[in-house]
């Protein structure tokens, strides 16, 4: 598995991007795939996980990001919407290969992405 995750930016607080990550490896369908964030002097934070088709969202992101997958072009997607400042942050695409289980902590991914800045301006 190899991450690379792309699509950061400045916006606008009210705006959107889209984060894209694409696993150069062989086993997308089968592995969970997440985001996470780490703030300037903050600790990384754990921002959503698509897993067996499910998802399962961060209480400050619920409603609006949304985590999608493409498992045609071995791509996951971070759609945010209504960006906040305090959404600033590098961005990390992470795996892990058990895929029936939820997981919101960072020691439980096995595989991180090199992570893309979002710069949200007030």
């Known amino acids: 598995v190899q991450l690379q995750a792309s699509g950061g930016g400045l916006v606008q607080a009210g705006g959107s991007l889209r984060l894209s990550c694409a696993d150069s490896?062989?086993?997308?369908?089968?592995?969970?795939m997440g985001w996470f964030r780490q703030a300037p002097g903050k600790e990384r934070e754990f921002v959503a996980v698509?897993?067996?088709?499910?998802?399962y969202y961060a209480d400050s992101v619920k409603g609006r990001f949304i985590i999608s997958r493409d498992n045609a072009k071995n791509t996951v997607y971070l759609q945010m919407n209504s960006l906040k400042p305090e959404d600033t942050a590098v961005y990390y695409c992470a795996a892990r290969r058990e895929i029936f289980t939820i997981a919101t902590m960072t020691s439980e991914y096995e595989y991180w992405g090199q992570g893309t800045l979002v710069t949200v301006s007030s």
């Open positions: 698509r897993s067996d088709y499910r998802t």
């Open positions: 490896g062989r086993t997308f369908s089968r592995i969970a």
